[in-house]
């Protein structure tokens, strides 16, 4: 499987960014995908996750409300709607995917793209 995310730049406070991620290859592999961030000095952290069906969501605590994840099926893409976009969302956002059901750890997924990164400053 491979994940390419796209979608990141620099926005200001209050602003709203939508990323995407295209899967490609073994995708009958994947159950779940999921982004995550790193930010500056911080460790890499779980943002959302959807079910392959989309049937499930997750989110993680900080961005509850202001995001919202969602698939494609004829395009095999997720994507991360972000909104009311704050400073301390600025991170690297990796997409990831996995087989092994929807998981909101690092560990759980398998799969990883190369990161873009989102930038909230004014």
């Known amino acids: 499987v491979q994940l390419q995310a796209s979608g990141g730049g620099l926005v200001q406070p209050g602003g709203s960014l939508r990323l995407s991620c295209a899967a490609s290859?073994?995708?009958?592999?994947?159950?779940?995908m999921g982004w995550f961030r790193q930010g500056p000095g911080k460790e890499r952290e779980f943002v959302a996750a959807?079910?392959?069906?989309?049937?499930?969501?997750y989110y993680g605590d900080s961005v509850k409300g202001r995001f919202t994840i969602s698939r494609e099926n004829a395009k095999n893409a997720v994507y991360l709607q972000m909104n009311s976009l704050k400073p301390e969302d600025t991170a690297v956002y990796y997409c990831?995917?996995?087989?092994?059901?929807?998981?909101?750890?690092?560990?759980?997924?398998?799969?990883w793209g190369q990161g873009t990164q989102v930038t909230v400053s004014s």
């Open positions: 990831a995917a996995t087989n092994g059901g929807v998981g909101v750890h690092i560990f759980e997924y398998y799969w």
């Open positions: 290859g073994s995708i009958f592999s994947i159950d779940a």
């Open positions: 959807i079910s392959w069906s989309g049937s499930s969501t």
